[in-house]
């Protein structure tokens, strides 16, 4: 089997991960041509006994030895692919094909890295594989690359909810030719085989099919929930990203989704996506590993040595969630409590060191800051009941620093006990900004009843609540 391998518009999409990238790591080659494998499976429609495994390649133009041919030269590889089972080694199957490089090529351009990406479909027996690819190059037998891994290939002939295996790309299209690479179900699914988002790539787009959903025509909650989450490879979450509802058009469909993963510090992830039926409330889910690689970080590294929260122990991580709580947002809060301790700690380092204002330097002068302002509000005004922290005064203390004024009205027989603070050219805010807190039951705790600043409480008509 031949097939001509011409380079077109998208590779430029992943330019900057190439094979030399990295060293050797999970699904790179080893050998003198180096390449990256990744594997998908899917449900086989047609046939209940295998499995449709798709194989998706990436290497580079640079890494086969071109030969002239008229005016132009050209080069050429083979694919050879093993699936050997495990449990009976007798029992293999092999796939090989050939793949020329003829795209007009000058001989200037024999050494650049283009990217070459290309898939190939097999049906293969649900079972434990030892799958094994070798690449030969045609012009020069001496050079190959070679690649083996145990994987499983998974059986989907059941009637439960299931979820394919995900396939990690670059881009998905609308349209797209059946016959042609890459096209899936009326889109063109572009493929990552390397597996590495950062810079180039800051959306992480995947596409996955769900199976056996609970579907009636014209039936009630004709509807399934995808939700997406982000975890390292000790399973402690990262992110969770908004889910998304989808009408059923069958008992399958196809999940087509890209995630923003720009803010994502380098290393290694699991992207989880999870699938409920609304018509029977099943829950069936997969995973997939995949890397965030930018220049300059480490992809195997996510704590710093002199990390700030390397020796956080559990007390410490409460106080860090109290934090969490006020300068954070809803689903940070939510994400770290589920956390265990050392997935607290990495969480805590990436939050705030996207908010280091001066990165450069060793100390987060924001962390120290708020730190403080925690510790102030606890002290200031805390009561028997109450930590400073959790009062209305302790909340705005904590968000916007100590006042540059403070007005109390403690003690006018006409009106119940109230202050008033003053800050100065907040930056988002009123040059002036206000705030009003009262003591409206006469119980020793201030409530906040207006403020001017964005965002916060407004009652204009605050005045007339203090009064007796």
């Not at 050209?74 to 094909?97: H, Y």
């Not at 299931?162 to 990690?168: A, F, G, M």
């Not at 180039?200 to 995947?206: D, I, V």
């Amino acid at each position: 089997m031949q097939f001509f391998l011409k380079i077109t518009f998208y590779f430029i999409l992943i330019a900057g991960i190439g094979c030399n990238t990295l060293e050797a790591k999970d699904n790179q080659s080893e050998g003198t041509i180096k390449f990256y494998t990744d594997v998908t499976c899917f449900k086989m429609l047609s046939d209940q006994g295998v499995t449709y495994t798709q194989l998706h390649f990436f290497s580079e133009r640079n890494q086969f030895t071109f030969a002239p041919k008229d005016t132009v030269f050209i080069a050429g590889f083979t694919v050879r692919v093993t699936f050997t089972d495990v449990s009976d080694p007798k029992s293999i199957f092999e796939k090989q094909w050939t793949m020329n490089i003829d795209d007009n090529i000058t001989a200037d351009d024999t050494a650049k890295n283009i990217p070459i990406i290309f898939e190939n479909s097999f049906a293969v027996k649900p079972g434990k594989y030892k799958l094994t690819i070798l690449i030969e190059d045609e012009n020069d037998k001496t050079k190959t690359g070679n690649y083996s891994e145990e994987m499983d290939i998974p059986d989907y002939a059941g009637k439960q909810l299931n979820v394919s295996q995900i396939e990690l790309a670059t881009q998905a299209l609308k349209g797209g030719n059946n016959d042609d690479m890459f096209v899936k179900n009326g889109y063109t699914i572009f493929p990552n085989p390397t597996k590495f988002y950062g810079s180039n790539l800051p959306r992480l787009t995947f596409y996955s099919e769900v199976y056996n959903l609970d579907f009636e025509e014209g039936g009630a909650n004709n509807s399934y929930v995808a939700d997406f989450t982000l975890t390292d490879e000790a399973g402690s979450v990262i992110k969770e990203f908004p889910s998304k509802t989808f009408n059923k058009a069958g008992k399958t469909a196809i999940i087509i989704h890209s995630l923003n993963i720009i803010s994502i510090q380098s290393g290694r992830y699991n992207l989880i996506v999870r699938v409920t039926d609304k018509s029977n409330k099943k829950i069936a889910q997969s995973k997939k590993l995949f890397a965030i690689y930018r220049d300059g970080e480490s992809i195997y590294e996510t704590q710093a040595e002199d990390s700030f929260f390397k020796d956080l122990d559990a007390q410490g991580a409460v106080r860090a969630g109290n934090i969490l709580t006020v300068f954070g947002r809803a689903d940070d809060s939510k994400i770290y409590s589920q956390l265990e301790l050392e997935g607290k700690k990495k969480f805590l380092d990436r939050f705030w060191k996207e908010r280091d204002p001066s990165p450069g330097t060793k100390s987060n002068e924001l962390l120290m800051d708020y730190y403080k302002r925690y510790e102030d509000a606890n002290m200031k005004f805390s009561t028997p009941n109450r930590e400073g922290w959790k009062t209305d005064l302790g909340r705005v203390y904590m968000v916007y620093g100590p006042p540059a004024q403070i007005e109390k009205h403690e003690f006018e027989s006409d009106k119940r006990p109230y202050q008033l603070w003053y800050y100065f050219q907040l930056k988002g805010q009123p040059a002036q900004t206000i705030f009003v807190f009262a003591d409206l039951a006469e119980s020793g705790i201030q409530q906040l009843l207006h403020s001017n600043a964005r965002g916060e409480l407004s009652d204009t008509r605050w005045q007339e609540r203090v009064a007796k």
